[in-house]
């Protein structure tokens, strides 16, 4: 049982290059949601997803893109990545929004 | 939006002592998360509580709905819980993720 799968573990990107970062679960989980780690900041909600064909923004979603095709795929799409994308991006998995979370080990993307 | 705050910042101790981490909101909620993040980066939950107490093992976890408020507790602390505690609510119905705090960074000295 892998629980949240993130790929790649890091990356690094040029300004405008685009890319996809992956999360899988095997857990049956409704529930998936992105979020980024900022030093002195705590977690934000990037985007989120109740279930597979459905999406929609969090706090931070701009420059940011999400599909849900299946239940247990969401990947984050950066369109044209900039520095200010620098973070560390965490995805999560629950049964249903107000249930205990799984996360993945996360993403440190560099955009130079 | 609710606003998370935690308490203290950092915190440093020594082995065995008892911990105590604060975790207050501005807005009612639903339910409210510990989570534990090591210096790897790896995140996990702790807890999820909406009311009461919980434990599991040397970590207590309680809640004060009227008082807006959470506590999280190491008893008999180890150099292997340094951590950052990071406190997180579900504010209303909606599901639209977690408010988090900015974390505790908790450093235990054998």
């Known amino acids: 049982n892998a629980g949240v799968t993130q790929t790649p573990k890091f990356q690094v990107l040029k300004t405008g290059q685009s890319m996809t970062l992956q999360c899988a679960q095997d857990?049956?989980?409704?529930?998936m949601s992105w979020y980024r780690q900022d030093p002195g900041m705590g977690l934000r909600l990037i985007h989120y997803?109740?279930?597979?064909?459905?999406?929609d923004q969090g706090e931070v979603p701009n420059g940011y893109n999400v599909s849900r095709s299946t239940t247990e795929d969401f990947p984050l799409r950066l369109l044209s990545a900039a520095p200010s994308q620098t973070s560390v991006y965490f995805c999560a998995s629950a049964r249903t929004f107000n249930y205990g979370y799984t996360f993945g080990s996360g993403t440190r993307l560099t955009v130079v | 939006k609710n606003e998370v705050e935690q308490s203290p910042q950092n915190l440093t101790a020594q082995e065995g002592e008892f911990i105590t981490i604060n975790c207050s909101y501005s807005?009612?909620?639903?339910?409210l998360h510990w989570l534990q993040q090591h210096p790897g980066g790896g995140i996990v939950s702790l807890f999820m509580l909406s009311s009461g107490k919980k434990k599991h093992g040397r970590l207590i976890a309680t809640i004060n709905i009227q008082e807006k408020h959470s506590s999280l507790h190491i008893t008999a602390s180890h150099p292997r819980d340094s951590a950052v505690y990071i406190c997180?609510?579900?504010?209303?119905?909606?599901?639209?993720?977690?408010?988090f705090g900015k974390g505790t960074h908790l450093i235990i000295q054998p």
């Open positions: 997180a609510v579900h504010s209303g119905g909606g599901a639209d993720g977690l408010t």
């Open positions: 997803s109740v279930g597979a064909g459905i999406t």
């Open positions: 807005v009612g909620i639903s339910a």
């Open positions: 857990m049956n989980h409704e529930y």
